[in-house]
């Protein structure tokens, strides 16, 4: 009995030995470092820009009263109505005596002697034919998308372009 005492209290202690030998305590976890990069100067570049997205003056209704290429002058036919809406989003619309028609224009800033300074097109339309107004459509289509300045007074306003040709309008339609 004494040899199982001893051996029972020898197999405990080599047991708790065995134990405390296997349980080591864990090595600590490094903590990442965090290294903050140092800025870099930056220098930000600013254009500036002077043209303007829109005219207040420009923005609105307009109705055709003439077309002049040149030195001959004509009027609109007069059972028809062609018109010009600016839209202060840079787009612009109306109806040519046949078809709808729409584009972009972009105003620069500049001004020279006969205006403002402004880019009409490309402008896209529907496409029916009209045998009393397609010419004059054409024409009016044709003679718009060419537009470089443009000058308003009071109610009027005038288009041009540098081929000599002048788009004449009334403000409001009808």
Same mark, same amino acid.
Do not use: H
């Given at each position: 009995?004494?040899?199982?005492?001893?051996?029972?209290?020898?197999?405990?202690?080599?047991?708790?030995?065995?134990?405390?030998?296997?349980?080591?305590?864990?090595?600590?976890?490094?903590?990442p470092t965090t290294t903050v990069p140092t800025?870099?100067?930056?220098?930000?570049?600013?254009?500036?820009?002077?043209?303007?997205?829109?005219?207040?003056?420009?923005?609105?209704?307009?109705? @055709?009263?003439?077309?002049?290429?040149? +030195?001959? %002058? /004509?009027?609109?036919?007069?059972?028809? $109505?062609?018109? *010009?809406?600016?839209?202060?989003?840079?787009?612009?619309?109306?109806?040519?005596?046949?078809?709808?028609?729409?584009?972009?224009?972009?105003?620069?800033?500049?001004?020279?002697?006969?205006?403002?300074?402004?880019?009409?097109?490309?402008? @896209?339309?529907?496409?029916?034919?009209? +045998?009393? %107004? /397609?010419?004059?459509?054409?024409?009016? $289509?044709?003679? *718009?998308?060419?537009?470089?300045?443009?000058?308003?007074?009071?109610?009027?306003?005038?288009?041009?372009?540098?081929?000599?040709?002048?788009?004449?309008?009334?403000?409001?339609?009808?």
């Open positions: 009995m004494k040899k199982t005492i001893l051996f029972l209290v020898l197999l405990a202690v080599f047991s708790t030995l065995l134990i405390a030998g296997c349980t080591t305590k864990p090595a600590p976890v490094p903590v800025p870099v100067p930056s220098t930000v570049v600013s254009v500036a820009t002077t043209a303007p997205t829109t005219d207040p003056a420009l923005t609105g209704s307009w109705t @055709l009263k003439g077309i002049m290429v040149g +030195a001959g %002058t /004509s009027s609109a036919i007069p059972s028809t $109505l062609i018109t *010009l809406t600016f839209n202060d989003d840079g787009t612009l619309s109306g109806f040519g005596g046949c078809n709808n028609y729409n584009a972009n224009y972009v105003l620069t800033g500049r001004t020279t002697s006969f205006g403002k300074t402004i880019s009409i097109g490309p402008i @896209l339309s529907s496409q029916k034919f009209c +045998a009393d %107004t /397609s010419d004059q459509e054409s024409a009016y $289509l044709a003679n *718009l998308q060419k537009a470089e300045t443009y000058s308003i007074t009071t109610n009027n306003m005038m288009i041009r372009a540098s081929t000599l040709s002048q788009l004449s309008y009334v403000n409001g339609l009808g």
